[in-house]
C-alpha cells in the first residue's frame, strides 16, 4: 500500500485542452511534411431528428521544419503545464506566459541537460508555433464550434535575450497564445492527462491512442456502455496512420501498441469485427484509465462543494468582488 502511495505522488499530471486531444496535430511517421487532412460527419438528435453534420480538420506544416513530432507532442505537454499554472494564478491567460528556462524543460521530460536536447525544445517550440490549422466546424470552444477558412495558430514566441514587444529583453523563455485555443482552455475545455505514463509509453500509436481514447472513453462511462468501437478507416484518419487493406498488415501495424496499452492496463481488452466488409475495433477501459477518472473528478467535486457554500453566502448580496473562474462555475449551476 506505502508502495502505491508513493508511485501515486509521483505521477506528473496535466491538464490538456481537448481539441489537441481529439484531433491529430502530430505526425506518427517519417512522412512529416504532408497536411494531415480529416473529413467526418456526426449524427446529432434535434427535436427527435436526426441531422448530419459535416467537420473537417487540417494541421499544415511549416515547409522545412515539417508537422510536429511525437518529441514535440511531449514539450507541448509541458507547455500545457505553464498555461494552466498562469490561468489559475491570474485567473485569465497572460499576454506573455513565462514557460522557463530549457533545463527545467529537459528536467520535466526526463531527459539530459546538454546543449543537443536544448536545440530539440526550440526546435520544438518553433515547430509548434509554425504549425497551422483550419476547422471546419470542428474545433469546440465549449458552448460553440469554431470555423475557419484561414490559419490559426497555437502560440508565438520570445525566447531568452530576444525582445518583447513593450522593447524590454526577456529574461525567461515566452510564449504568446493564440486567441482560439486561448479561448478554449479559459472555457475550461480540458482534460486531466497522466504525463508521467506517457513518458513511459514506447509506441507512438499507444501514445496517441491515449490522447483519443481517453477522451472518448468519458462519454460511455456515464452511459453504462462497455467499449467504444471504431472503424479501422476513421481510426486511421484521427491517429493518423497509413490506412492498409489487409487484416494481417492491420495486425502488425496496431498490435504492439493495443498491447502495450493492454499490458499497462490503459484497455481492458480490444477486439477486431466486420461487418457489411468494414473493418472496426473495440476498445474496453482498462483500471489504469478508471484510476485517471478519480484523480480528475475528485478535486472538482470538492471545488464544486466549496462554490455552492459560496454560492448560498452570497444570496441576495450584489456587487461582491470574486475571481472569474468561481464566477464561471456559478453561471453553470
Same mark, same amino acid.
Given at each position: ?227 467504444? %468501437? @471504431? /472503424?479501422? #478507416?476513421?481510426?486511421? *484518419?484521427? +491517429?493518423?496512420? !497509413?490506412? $492498409? ?23 481492458? %481488452? @480490444? /477486439?477486431? #469485427?466486420?461487418?457489411? *466488409?468494414? +473493418?472496426?475495433? !473495440?476498445? $474496453? ?23 455552492? %457554500? ?6 441576495? *448580496? ?16
Amino acid at each position: 500500500m506505502k508502495e502505491t502511495n508513493e508511485k501515486e505522488k509521483k505521477k506528473e499530471l496535466i491538464k490538456s485542452e481537448v481539441n489537441f486531444l481529439e484531433k491529430p496535430f502530430y505526425a506518427l511517421s517519417k512522412d512529416r511534411f504532408k497536411r494531415i487532412k480529416c473529413e467526418w460527419e456526426d449524427i446529432i438528435i434535434k427535436n427527435g431528428e436526426k441531422i448530419i453534420v459535416k467537420r473537417s480538420w487540417e494541421v499544415a506544416p511549416e515547409i522545412k521544419m515539417g508537422l510536429p513530432t511525437i518529441f514535440d507532442m511531449k514539450v507541448f505537454r509541458i507547455i500545457e503545464m505553464f498555461i494552466q499554472q498562469n490561468l489559475k494564478q491570474n485567473g485569465k491567460i497572460s499576454d506573455s506566459v513565462d514557460i522557463g528556462s530549457r533545463y527545467q524543460l529537459c528536467k520535466i521530460l526526463g531527459i539530459e541537460n546538454h546543449s543537443g536536447n536544448r536545440k530539440l525544445i526550440k526546435e520544438a517550440i518553433k515547430r509548434l508555433a509554425f504549425t497551422g490549422f483550419i476547422a471546419g466546424n470542428s474545433f469546440n470552444l465549449g458552448k460553440k464550434r469554431y470555423t475557419s477558412k484561414s490559419l490559426f495558430h497555437l502560440f508565438d514566441y520570445t525566447f531568452k535575450g530576444e525582445e518583447l514587444k513593450n522593447g524590454d529583453k526577456a529574461d525567461s523563455n515566452y510564449l504568446h497564445i493564440g486567441p482560439v485555443y486561448k479561448k478554449s482552455i479559459e472555457n475550461y475545455y480540458i482534460k486531466l492527462l497522466d504525463f508521467t505514463y506517457i513518458k513511459s509509453l514506447k509506441s507512438g500509436i499507444a501514445i496517441r491512442l491515449y490522447d483519443l481514447l481517453g477522451l472518448k472513453f468519458f462519454g460511455i462511462v456515464n452511459k453504462d456502455i462497455k467499449f467504444i %468501437k @471504431y /472503424s479501422y #478507416e476513421k481510426l486511421c *484518419k484521427f +491517429l493518423p496512420v !497509413k490506412e $492498409y487493406k489487409y487484416l494481417s498488415d492491420i495486425k502488425r501495424q496496431l498490435l504492439p501498441s493495443l498491447n502495450e496499452l493492454k499490458e499497462t492496463k490503459f484497455l481492458e %481488452k @480490444y /477486439s477486431f #469485427e466486420t461487418k457489411n *466488409k468494414k +473493418l472496426f475495433i !473495440k476498445f $474496453y477501459p482498462g483500471t489504469k484509465y478508471f484510476d485517471e477518472i478519480k484523480l480528475d473528478y475528485a478535486p472538482k467535486q470538492k471545488a464544486l462543494a466549496e462554490i455552492k %457554500k459560496i454560492r448560498e453566502m452570497l444570496k441576495g *448580496k450584489d456587487n461582491v468582488h470574486m475571481p472569474k473562474y468561481f464566477k464561471k462555475q456559478l453561471e453553470k449551476m
